[in-house]
């Protein structure tokens, strides 16, 4: 047998993933931020595309990323903190690390100028609240660059160590500036639960001995677990555990969220369903959520009039700007032919309920269409639907079926979680169902479901099992005086 190397001819299918089909398929998955950021920078570097962008429905905008943005950037942080100091103060040069800061602009604002700032949120109100107090520079700048260790709901996000090594300053001028904004707002500013229920106990004067020894078993006073409470010492008799549970029932846990926006929507829905004027079904893309691209035609009819090099680069603009036009409106059909396939199948979740929600996969929604699973994958990913029942993700309405029985095609699984809600708010409290009770209520329905998919559904609802309702029901009933 001869050994050797020779070169033989073939033919062979393959597919090239080209860069532009890799930034259509990333413009058919992105989410509308990430678009925008498509559009904006295909903008600034292509002279042949402008946006022309239509009102954006104020209906769904909100603000809740401004702290976000604030927060990721930490010498940012302190120098708005720094220049927030400066206002009410009027120092020369405040340090920041060793580092010698400019005196103040004529745009710091003052505390005036906070004060009457309007909306106001959190971080706002905390930052024109401190410019008020009488604080020496350095005390004044740490503080309001502290609030940016906040999250929106009051708690503080970082150990005081690690804000003093950010911020480059002792942790015992941490420990101050954290208590001059918990005396702003009592219980902002807590690390934990306990330190922020406390702090309004004791701003309301009601922080004894026994409410003290309560806060520090709040797991078990959650819970109802009455024998436990007793094993750890804690003895109330049926009228001061009335007492403490009123007191405690009386208390923000969350007190940052008092100032939060009242749109709390994280975008703008890509579909909205509605009625036509004969009382059917209609979906229709939102139009205000995406800019028109629109391709300047006046560098386009000049190409033959410049040098090679000028013509090869205009084409290449003219290129780019029909293939981005042509994405984007293949991502518009593609998203409307999707909505259109999921809301002729789920009908009756938009015209009944809730509970009306049947199985549907991406196969089958491909198949209808004739692409792949893979572009509805994409397609769904990132976007959300509005319905007079809400805004929900897209994904929320594919759902594979469970408790099939014969020719049954199954039910959906949220159809399923909706049975055992329901069940579960209308069960007799001094016997709650248990897992192997909501079986059989399941079977009931003709919903087949073993009791460990119940238990499985119900844990991700973030319903409590059976003995721990029970005895969050007595101790409800024991608050109330029942």
Not at 43 to 66: I, M, Q, V, W
Request: glycine share 6%; charged share 25%; proline share 4%.
């Amino acid at each position: 047998m001869k050994i050797g190397q020779k070169l033989t001819p073939s033919l062979s299918h393959t597919l090239s993933l080209t860069p532009q089909l890799l930034q259509s398929i990333h413009i058919l998955q992105c989410s509308n931020d990430e678009l925008h950021a498509i559009i904006d920078d295909a903008c600034l570097s292509n002279p042949l595309l402008n946006k022309a962008e239509a009102e954006r429905n104020e209906t769904f905008e909100h603000d809740g990323n401004d702290r976000q943005s604030h927060h990721d950037g930490e010498p940012d942080n302190f120098d708005r903190a720094m220049a927030l100091a400066e206002g009410p103060h009027g120092v020369e040069t405040l340090s920041y690390r060793g580092a010698e800061r400019p005196a103040a602009t004529p745009e710091v604002p003052s505390a005036i100028d906070l004060y009457a700032e309007a909306p106001t949120d959190l971080y706002r109100h905390l930052h024109r609240e401190l410019s008020f107090c009488a604080m020496a520079p350095q005390e004044a700048a740490v503080a309001h660059g502290l609030v940016y260790a906040l999250d929106e709901t009051g708690y503080l996000t970082e150990s005081v160590a690690d804000c003093a090594e950010r911020m480059g300053v002792e942790a015992v001028e941490i420990e101050q500036a954290l208590r001059r904004i918990q005396a702003i707002i009592p219980g902002v500013g807590a690390r934990d639960l306990a330190e922020c229920l406390r702090a309004q106990l004791q701003e309301r004067q009601r922080l004894d001995p026994i409410m003290t020894l309560c806060l520090s078993h709040l797991d078990l006073l959650a819970s109802g677990d009455v024998a436990a409470l007793h094993r750890e010492g804690v003895r109330l008799s049926e009228e001061d555990l009335r007492s403490v549970l009123a007191d405690l029932r009386a208390l923000d846990p969350k007190p940052g969220l008092r100032f939060a926006s009242p749109m709390s929507g994280d975008s703008e829905p890509d579909l909205i369903v509605g009625y036509d004027h004969e009382g059917q079904l209609l979906v229709r893309l939102n139009d205000a959520l995406v800019p028109r691209l629109i391709r300047d035609e006046t560098y386009e009819t000049r190409i033959g009039q410049h040098d090679q090099a000028t013509s090869r680069y205009l084409r290449a603009c003219t290129q780019q700007a029909n293939f981005l036009i042509r994405a984007l409106k293949q991502r518009a059909d593609t998203l409307l032919r999707v909505g259109e396939a999921v809301v002729r199948r789920q009908s009756d979740f938009f015209t009944r309920s809730v509970g009306a929600l049947k199985p549907l996969s991406l196969h089958q929604v491909a198949e209808q269409l004739g692409v792949h699973d893979s572009t509805i994958s994409r397609a769904v990913a990132n976007k959300s639907l509005w319905s007079s029942r809400g805004t929900f993700p897209l994904r929320y309405f594919f759902s594979h079926a469970v408790g099939t029985s014969g020719s049954d095609e199954g039910h959906a699984v949220e159809t399923v979680k909706a049975v055992i809600r329901r069940a579960i708010t209308a069960e007799d409290h001094s016997k709650p169902l248990s897992d192997d009770a909501l079986a059989r209520h399941l079977q009931s329905h003709g919903m087949p479901v073993a009791r460990r998919t119940v238990a499985k559904y119900r844990e991700a609802m973030k319903i409590e099992k059976s003995t721990r309702r029970l005895r969050a029901y007595r101790l409800s009933d024991l608050a109330s005086g029942r």
